[in-house]
């Protein structure tokens, strides 16, 4: 049974009600509905609590998909007790932790149009992210790059989602930007991530609704990593 997810639609939920469906070999509780994301395309997977009908709470540490994909596994802290199959629960997830993810992918995204090369790798921290860019040269400094995402991101501008057919994104290889994460595809469509008048590319993480949301950023770093590799790091500030 695939785990239905929430935060596809809605990355604002919070929390939903949901089913115990199994609980893995290694403990990790699949529900038959999440607003947790799980770990993929460099975001972390969500962290955060189950509490079970008779009032017990179970700490999340992580939250990964399943063997198959798609199923979501809820990855208990050690030691946790564990909810029975067929409880009727409620999913938590640390809000102040996701929203901090949610601006940064925002601002990663906003990132390649400042800098619009090849993605060759990337991740989400807790108020910090990285993209590492194919070029000889990031040609310009850190500040100098702060000031053009910074003015983009001032635009206020609306994040909104549609989707496409998988053969529509392959007719438009153009739209993928990342060399070495693929967007997710295999249920017959894709989501398209619309920051409005700057960016449109696959995704299937979660971000804020406007670009106003995303506040501060600079670019704390610029590392190479290679002969034509170069490493962008910002942070929010």
Known sequence: MPTELL?????????C????????????????RTVFYATGGGQPGDVGTITHSNGAVTKIATTVYGEDKSQVVHVPQEGE????VGDKVVAAIDWDIRLERMRIHTALHVLT?????????????DGDGRLDF??????????????ELMRRISQNADVTY???????LEANPSLVKTMSVKPPMGTGRVRLV??????LQPCGGTHVKNTSEIGMVAVTAIE??????????????
């Open 134 to 147: 194919d070029i000889p040269d990031a040609g310009q400094g850190k500040y100098e790059i702060t000031a």
């Open 17 to 32: 009600e949901a089913i115990i469906v199994a609980i893995n070999e290694r403990n990790g509780i699949i529900l038959d």
């Open 113 to 125: 149009t400042v800098l619009p090369y090849p993605v060759t790798g990337g991740s989400i921290g």
């Open 7 to 15: 935060f596809r639609d809605d990355a604002y939920l919070k929390s």
């Open 81 to 84: 007790v564990l909810p029975k």
């Open 162 to 168: 549609r989707w496409i057919a998988d053969e529509e």
């Open 194 to 199: 619309d920051i409005a008048g700057l960016d």
């Open 224 to 237: 190479k990593k290679g002969k034509i590799n170069r490493r962008v790091r910002i942070a929010l500030v």
